[in-house]
């Protein structure tokens, strides 16, 4: 199993990259074999002194830097030799599983959507949160931002895929799907969700539960809530939030530590043919240790072969 | 001045109404005059049970009542004399100048709209709710419910509609209107807030800064926060959720204790002819009385003729 790991990603990469490193091999009894793209001079001067020297690690040259603020089509163009061009050069040329990056997200989507491309039936792919639910569960909310306008049948699709994460790598049994709205009833709603009920309701490959409200997104009422990227983006940033609300009031609960998203470590891109991994810019090294434990999951569990199998049967 | 209360509105009606007078007459210095709808033998029970003995006050019997789940356009038609039909009868001959419930929602949306009507000039009347912000100051958000669906230049009304109340009735100078949106740039969002953005821009009756996200909502970025009724609805029912979990997880602090929604009293109506307020189900005595400040504030600051006023020159 190989993972590319994007090094010079993030507004604290490298350090932060190796420090993620050094976690993943000193807590992970089979780990994959690493590939990292970025500075050579500068990530072997680290992972030298972080004490990091295995096997399983190959370091590839990418002199290049895709900043985090430049034009994501135009940086991929013109920096074929950065790092997260070279991982996506790895990652089409199967010479790694999954790529890995808290760098520029634009060029992350773009590298996502036209090097990777869509699952063979998946209309618009996704990106998803994790909502700590006030039991101590985890939820999914998605599309969180890269879709804020969309068709019901995209929200029937976010469904499926999100499902499959739950299960596959979040342990969800049969997870319950639930379509964010703004009333309980079948037929409330805007256009879109009134639309979209009718689908989800219908739809073999997931356990529809109806619609949930904002009052039910840190509830039980569902695992998987689905919406709109506008919607989701919203309520993710809101979420966010929370995090930096109760830490500037000193308000210290173990709930509210959970809404710092950092711990999460990143977000995949779901509905490409491959595992790609969207870091946040801020991401420190558990960040990066959790991004390449959520990347192993999905190569181990070969979610990505579960996917493309739902849309072929669709 | 004359303002309406509906008794019989609300889970808890019309004890707690009762309740919501006592305060109101025991904490105004120069009371409104109060139209009380409603069973006539019960309020004059109650009223005397609790010592409140006004010449300010009228009970109006209405001997019929719409209850919380009842079909609103079917129930006023059928119910001519329920204390919600008879306080539009009242207002819609001004014999009263504002008029408030705490039942049935869409029964008091088909009374506002059909009844007093919106203002010239104002496509869609819309409710709002109170934001607490993180530094102790008071945010509106609007619209949260009654527009799932809106046009840009819906959104362009409500931050009228919205700055005018923060103004008058949060007592705002001028009023810092925000785009709920996607992103900080104009340009970010969904096919509705990229329209909308240029017409708020242009706007010369508001005060806007931009895009607000997610994270501001709760921060001091904007005073007035305009979005269609599906964003805003949901916001508005994550925010009224925290109040329970902080509650449940025994976390007691000043902060979240004003997300308890219940303590702010209602909506207005915003954008119809008269001042109509709308409480919530579950309203206690401190909600109606301030229900009755609200209303009264309404009329004292002629909030309506300055709403007029914004749409005649419109």
Same mark, same amino acid.
Request: charged share 20%; hydrophobic share 40%; aromatic share 8%.
């Given at each position: 199993? %190989?993972?590319?790991?994007?090094?010079?990603?993030?507004?604290?990469?490298?350090?932060?990259?190796?420090?993620?490193?050094?976690?993943?091999?000193?807590?992970?009894?089979?780990?994959?074999?690493?590939?990292? *793209?970025?500075?050579?001079? =500068?990530?072997?001067? $680290?992972?030298?002194?972080?004490?990091?020297?295995?096997?399983?690690?190959? /370091?590839?040259?990418?002199?290049?830097?895709?900043?985090?603020?430049?034009?994501?089509?135009?940086?991929?163009?013109?920096?074929? =030799?950065?790092?997260?061009? /070279?991982?996506?050069?790895?990652?089409?040329?199967?010479?790694?599983?999954? !790529?890995?990056?808290?760098?520029?997200?634009?060029?992350?989507?773009?590298?996502?959507?036209? *090097?990777?491309?869509?699952?063979?039936?998946? %209309?618009?792919?996704?990106?998803?949160?994790?909502?700590?639910?006030?039991?101590?569960?985890?939820?999914?909310?998605?599309?969180?931002?890269?879709?804020?306008? &969309?068709?019901?049948?995209?929200?029937? =699709? !976010?469904?499926?895929?999100?499902? $499959?994460?739950?299960?596959?790598?979040?342990?969800?049994?049969?997870?319950?799907?639930?379509?964010?709205?703004?009333?309980?009833?079948?037929?409330?709603?805007?256009?879109?969700?009134?639309?979209?009920?009718?689908?989800?309701?219908?739809?073999?490959?997931?356990?529809?539960?109806?619609?949930?409200?904002?009052?039910?997104?840190? !509830?039980?009422?569902?695992?998987?809530?689905? &919406?709109?990227? !506008?919607?989701?983006?919203?309520?993710?940033?809101?979420?966010?939030?929370?995090?930096?609300?109760?830490?500037?009031?000193?308000?210290?609960?173990?709930?509210?530590?959970?809404?710092?998203?950092?711990?999460?470590?990143?977000?995949?891109? $779901?509905?490409?043919?491959?595992?790609?991994?969207?870091?946040?810019?801020?991401?420190?090294?558990?960040?990066?240790?959790?991004?390449?434990?959520?990347? =192993?999951?999905?190569?181990?569990?070969?979610?990505?072969?579960?996917?493309?199998?739902?849309?072929?049967?669709?």
């Amino acid at each position: 199993m %190989n993972i590319g790991l994007d090094m010079m990603g993030g507004d604290l990469a490298p350090l932060e990259a190796v420090k993620g490193l050094q976690l993943y091999f000193n807590e992970t009894s089979s780990p994959a074999h690493l590939f990292l *793209s970025g500075d050579e001079t =500068q990530i072997n001067v $680290l992972l030298k002194e972080h004490h990091i020297s295995s096997q399983k690690i190959t /370091v590839i040259h990418a002199p290049q830097v895709i900043g985090m603020h430049e034009h994501p089509t135009k940086a991929l163009k013109e920096k074929p =030799q950065s790092s997260i061009a /070279v991982g996506f050069y790895l990652l089409a040329n199967n010479k790694i599983d999954a !790529f890995i990056s808290a760098g520029n997200t634009g060029a992350m989507m773009v590298g996502a959507l036209f *090097s990777i491309k869509a699952i063979d039936g998946v %209309n618009r792919p996704t990106i998803s949160t994790i909502i700590p639910k006030e039991n101590g569960k985890t939820g999914l909310l998605l599309d969180v931002g890269i879709n804020a306008d &969309c068709k019901p049948e995209n929200l029937n =699709q !976010f469904a499926i895929l999100g499902s $499959l994460y739950a299960q596959y790598i979040l342990g969800i049994e049969n997870p319950k799907v639930g379509l964010m709205n703004v009333g309980e009833e079948e037929g409330k709603g805007n256009l879109l969700t009134q639309a979209a009920y009718p689908l989800l309701k219908e739809n073999k490959q997931i356990n529809f539960v109806g619609n949930t409200e904002g009052r039910d997104i840190f !509830f039980d009422k569902a695992d998987v809530m689905v &919406c709109d990227g !506008f919607t989701g983006n919203i309520i993710l940033k809101l979420a966010e939030s929370l995090y930096e609300i109760t830490q500037n009031k000193k308000i210290h609960h173990q709930y509210f530590d959970q809404f710092n998203f950092e711990i999460y470590g990143g977000t995949p891109v $779901l509905g490409v043919n491959k595992p790609v991994i969207i870091g946040h810019g801020i991401s420190k090294g558990r960040a990066f240790k959790n991004m390449i434990d959520v990347a =192993q999951k999905m190569i181990a569990t070969d979610l990505l072969g579960k996917m493309k199998a739902s849309f072929t049967i669709n």
